[in-house]
Structure formats: structure tokens, C-alpha cells
């Protein structure tokens, strides 16, 4: 199965989501999204020696004439730092890179916001192409122009809003992913399921075809992947195809992040790599306590806690809050999140059948309870 999506944004560039196999090789889909002579790919060392050469020679056999430079990072949550962003920013300018450059960021989330928030800043901004290698960054990070890299203090706290000048998600590449990221990856599907009827109404079942089909997608059974896949980028485009700055119903894809963050701070971003929670994973112990969350204030039915635990346990996802996390702990945090302000910490809360929404200044007595 092969797909593209288009995103439309009000006033910034539409840009298409290609989505399906062997794309990587595909020189003239890649070409088509270079406009100047300087293209950097961004990668980190997983990623780069499996697939930066098949992108480099499909580019360079449709475009003889482009220079390409390279930057390798390290792997994990643990480098989606300013010390990173500014050794992009150096790449760029050894490239000469002009107004015309393209970033490629070929990767996981933690490689696409990283470059791509280097590319929203690169002369106030140049051309992004996502290639998204984990199936977390094709269902989500790739996708709608969220930017970012972390500080010590909070996730996500420094970035910008950049839609990508395409997007190219090459399903055939998900095979060499480590069980552990594509479970990652399954987690954020997991949540357009928990929003999907506020997301689309007219998709509104999603929920339920991942409970369907949740042993099928563990077992990357390619067509039910391409189809998730496919579902969840086109929630996403749509969402942010309204809602770009996240004003409105962008919001509620945030559904299980305020405790999930809290959880990869507190853990200091130790991730798949340093022995902690990776962001999916995080993600996943957040909904259900977000769901919980709902329950306690009267949202939804206990049963939903419950429903959602199943099938993130049947995802072989963890679903409670790791030992030697102190809940006090994960309090501060959350205060610091971007979805606090003034009045409280405000949650996105759900109601158990695809219904979800942004509920200011919960009481810490609440929350602490759950
Ligand atoms: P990641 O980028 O760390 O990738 C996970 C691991 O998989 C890494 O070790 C990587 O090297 C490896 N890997 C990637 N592709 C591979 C492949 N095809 N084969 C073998 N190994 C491969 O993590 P992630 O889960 O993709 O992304 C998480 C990040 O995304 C977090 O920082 C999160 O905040 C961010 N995120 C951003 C948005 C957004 O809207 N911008 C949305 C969701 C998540
Ligand atoms: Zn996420």
C-alpha cells in the first residue's frame, strides 16, 4: 500500500506525506523536494550507515550538480540537545548553505526535531525534508512542524513551528527498527485512537480497529502497518492543517505527554540508551494515568483505564509509573511543562470512546491521588 497526504497549512506552503515502500530510493520523489544546490542530511549513527547512502546516491543520480555534507550524532533522547543544534548550524555553514538549502533529516524523532529545528532557525529558516525512520516519527514527529530540542529543565522546551517542505516515510525501512521502538512508535498510535472522534468523526472506529488488530502490528504485518500508518498521519495532517500553532484541537495529541514528560525529565532523557523510558514508553504510562486522571474527575467511565491498559499491555507497552520515580517528583515537573500556566496544570483528558479535551488548572490533590 502506498498513500500520499497532503497538508495544508493557512498561509505557509502545503507540503505532501509520501508514504510507502522503497521510497528511500526513489531519486526523483527526493529531487522534486530540493529547490537550491546544498542539501545537508542529518542522522545519527544507527541510522546513517544502514540508509544515508542509498538517499545520497538516489539524490545525486537525479541531481548530479547538488552537493550533499553529512552530520552523524549519537543515538537517543540524550542528544536532542543546543550543543547538537548548534554542530547542525556549523554543518550548515561549512556547506555554504544559502536561503535555498534543504535539511534532511533522516531518522527518529529525536533526528527530525533536532534538524528540523535547526532548519526553522538557519537564516530564519530554510527548506526541511523529513524522512522519517522509526515508525513514532511516521506517525507523529515527522509530521505537522513541531521543532524542538530539550534543556535540562523541561522537554521540548526551545523550538519553533516549521512545516517541513515534505514529508517521506519509507515503510520498508521499519524493518531493521528494534521491537522496543516500533512498541514505541505503537504507543503514540495508541493515542489517536483515545482521540480519534475529536480528531475526525468520520474515522472515528480507530480505537477499536487497533484493538483488532494489535497482534498484527506487533508482528509488522506490512499491510495493517501501512494502514496505521497512513490513518494516524492523515488525523494528524488534518488536525494540523486547522490548528498549526496549536491554539485549538492540536492540543489534544497531547493526551498522556504532561505525565509522560514529567516521567522523561525526571529520568534526566536516559531513554532506550541510558537504561530509562524512551518517549513512547513514557507516553504510554502517561495515557493510562491520564485516563485514570479522567475517571477520578468524573470524564469517563473507570472501565476506560482499564480497556486502554489492555490493550497498551497487549502492545507489550509498560502502563505504571517506573520504581524510584516519586510522584511529588513528577508533580514538579509538570509544572514546568508548557501546558501549565497560572491557574494550574492543565491536562488533556479524555472520555474512553474517542472523545478528548483540554481541561485547565486540575487540583494537585487530584492528580497526586491518581
Ligand atoms: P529516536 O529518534 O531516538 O529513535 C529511536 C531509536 O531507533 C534510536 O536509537 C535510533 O537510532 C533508532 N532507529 C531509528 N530508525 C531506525 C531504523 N529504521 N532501523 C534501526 N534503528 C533505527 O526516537 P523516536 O521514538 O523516533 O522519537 C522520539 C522523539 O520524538 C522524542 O524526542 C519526542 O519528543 C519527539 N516527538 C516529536 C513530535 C513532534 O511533533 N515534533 C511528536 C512526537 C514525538
Ligand atoms: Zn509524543
Known amino acids: 500500500m502506498s498513500a500520499v497526504l497532503k497538508v495544508a497549512v493557512d498561509g505557509a506552503h502545503p507540503y505532501a506525506i509520501s508514504i510507502g515502500a522503497d521510497l528511500l530510493d526513489d531519486g526523483v520523489l527526493l529531487a522534486a523536494t530540493i529547490r537550491g ?41 540524550h542528544e536532542k540537545t543546543l550543543q547538537r ?5 556549523d554543518a550548515l555553514a561549512g556547506l555554504s548553505a544559502t536561503r535555498d538549502a534543504a535539511v534532511i533529516a533522516l531518522g527518529g524523532g529525536v533526528i527530525g526535531d533536532l534538524a528540523g529545528f535547526a532548519g526553522a532557525c538557519w537564516m530564519r529558516g530554510i527548506d526541511v525534508v523529513q524522512i522519517p525512520t522509526t515508525l513514532l516519527a511516521m506517525v507523529d514527529s515527522s509530521v505537522g512542524g513541531k521543532t524542538a530540542v530539550d534543556l535540562p529543565a523541561g522537554k521540548n522546551l526551545v523550538g519553533a513551528f516549521h512545516p517541513p517542505r515534505a514529508v517521506i516515510a519509507d515503510t520498508s525501512v521499519l524493518h531493521t527498527l528494534p521491537d522496543r521502538e516500533l512498541r514505541a512508535g505503537l504507543a ?14 468520520a474515522d472515528a472506529g480507530f480505537l477499536d480497529w487497533l484493538e483488532a488488530h494489535a497482534e498484527a502490528l506487533l508482528a509488522r504485518e506490512p499491510a495493517i502497518t501501512a494502514e496505521a500508518i497512513a490513518r494516524c498521519c492523515a488525523f494528524k495532517a488534518a488536525v494540523v492543517g486547522r490548528d ?12 498522556g505527554h504532561t505525565f509522560g514528560h514529567a516521567i522523561e525529565v525526571e529520568q534526566g532523557y536516559a531513554g532506550t540508551h541510558g537504561g530509562g523510558l524512551n518517549h513512547g514508553e513514557a507516553v504510554a504510562v502517561g495515557m493510562v494515568l491520564a485516563m485514570r486522571l479522567s475517571a477520578a474527575l468524573g470524564l469517563a467511565p473507570a472501565s476506560a483505564g482499564d480497556r486502554l491498559q489492555r490493550l497498551l499491555q497487549r502492545l507489550e507497552l509498560p502502563t505504571s509509573i517506573p520504581e524510584g520515580l516519586a510522584p511529588d517528583a513528577l508533580l514538579t515537573r509538570m509544572r514546568l511543562d508548557k501546558k501549565a500556566d497560572a491557574a494550574g496544570i492543565r491536562f488533556i483528558l479524555a472520555d474512553g470512546a474517542g472523545r478528548a479535551r483540554v481541561v485547565p488548572g486540575v487540583e494537585e490533590a487530584t492528580v497526586l491521588a491518581v
Not at 498549526?244 to 493526551?255: K, M, S, V, Y
Open 37 to 77: 544546490r546544498h542539501a545537508l542530511i542529518v542522522s545519527d549513527s544507527n541510522v546513517a550507515p544502514l540508509y544515508a547512502d542509498r538517499v545520497q546516491a538516489a539524490l545525486q543520480a537525479v541531481r548530479p550538480d547538488l552537493t550533499i555534507a553529512r552530520l552523524v550524532i549519537p543515538p537517543g533522547e
Open 85 to 89: 543544534f548548534g554542530e547542525v548550524l
Open 188 to 201: 503514540e498510535v495508541v493515542k489517536y485512537g483515545v482521540t480519534a472522534v475529536s480528531l475526525d468523526p
Open 244 to 255: 498549526l500553532l496549536e491554539h485549538g484541537d492540536r492540543a489534544l495529541l497531547n493526551f
